[in-house]
């Protein structure tokens, strides 16, 4: 397996654990357990995990809760906040609690229900387990993340702040139960098995496919045009092709007739304020399989692990003996597929593969005339979530309303878009296959969580008194570790990007 995909077997797998660990202060090297619940020690350093991970859903649940928040200003301290209505870091050792409930929860259900880790669980554990805590931090991480300064690696980090990798296995084995369990309910065959009507209506009703590209309304200086007179001329131009396509013509030839427009008009006149700046550029672009996101702006964040922690296997002070499994990579938001209507700046972990499995294909725009192979419709296809906010919140407000079939132009400040919605139900990939995990996540995360915290409302809970305090205060520092993965995540996905995935 090449680094880039251990990497993220693993920053999938651990996300918000292992990154929630990163930043908090060490405790379990002095202490071994943190508490017992219903009898079975909670392991100090899973703990932490727990209460990094706490402190994450609460500053999430915050900002949904107050949007206009200022988080990002200096100064701004979120243990000063108020999360449903609950003090902010009340709120992060309650959801602690019952993270740590739930593990315990999670493993006994998963025995009761004669589940079983087979040995590729075990081994992807072991893999997630072991190139987490043997990734060597590289020094372009460090320059932006100073407190990884003086560790080779994440392991060595962990270690610091009192994650042991024993602690690191049991909750990635514990995730990977809970998934099982989900599955066992809600999955194929499952005893409360989702239809395959449910999960197109989820589809349908979350995710839209569509077709578009811009046609700027800027000049050649890049100022937006205020001569009505030639908005008009532009806006005429749009919906022409957006009839052209409500009549059924192709997307690929109604596209390559505004590539050869645009650079039609500038060449005619280049400094003509008629002529929509920068449109030449918009329209040369590499057909490639993208997944964007505003993360959050998110599209946003993966629907949460329907899952929760297992209880322990080994006890804390014991090295795991070989690792065993991650939770499921697929529980992943859609990507968002970019087209050849617009290049895209986000990394892609295969800049050459299209949605639907075949090689890039570069388009007769930008290789005068030729093509290493015959572009089709469906290259242009992107899928689009409800919550997403890209291009913009009007444009995703206005594609959810549209009919499947239906092109129109959307207006933006600087761009009139030609857009094409399609059904998502009809197209060549089958994205109900495509988005099954998304989808049962959708529909039964909730009802998961109610199975698991009936199981664990009465479980009693006795603190280790000796366990000291900042094991809780420090969660705070557990944001560090999220930024450090996903930062981590993102370069190794742009250098080896930039490199024709070289990371190997």
Known sequence: MSIKKRIMSAVTAVALAVTTVMGLGGCSSQVSYAMEIDGEKIPAGLYILYSGYAYQLAQQKLTEEQPDLKTTEEGFDWTAQKVSDMDFMDYVEQEALNNCKQYVAVNRLFDELNIALEKDDKDSINDSVNSQWDYEIPEVALNSMTYLKGFSTLGNYYESIGVSKASLKLYISASLKSSKIFNYYYGEGGIEEVSKAEKEKWLEDNYALSRYFPISIKDSKGNVIESKTELALIMKTAEEYAEKLNKGESYKDVYDEYVEYSKAQASSASDSATTPADNTAAAETTVSDAATGDQQGREAAPP??????????????????????????????????????????????????????????????????????????????????????????????????????EAKVIEEDTAYYVVQKLDILKSDQDYVKKYDSNALQGLKADEMDAVFEKKYSDYAVAENKSAPDYCKQQAANASNGLNAISQIQYLMYYYSSMLGGGLN
Do not use: H, W
Request: charged fraction near 35%; hydrophobic fraction near 25%; avoid cysteine.
């Open 304 to 405: 949460e692990d329907a899952t929760t922690p297992a209880s322990p296997e080994t006890e804390p002070e014991t090295e795991p003996e070989e690792a065993v499994t991650t939770a499921t990579a697929e529980e992943t938001e859609p990507e968002e597929v970019t087209s050849a209507a617009e290049k895209t700046t986000e990394p892609a972990e295969t800049a050459s593969d299209n949605t639907d499995g075949t090689a890039a294909v570069t388009s007769a725009a930008e290789t005068g005339g030729t093509t290493t192979e015959e572009v089709k419709d469906s290259d242009y296809d992107r899928i689009i979530g409800k919550d997403s906010t890209s291009p913009s919140e009007k444009f995703v407000k206005t594609l959810f309303e549209m009919k499947a079939g």
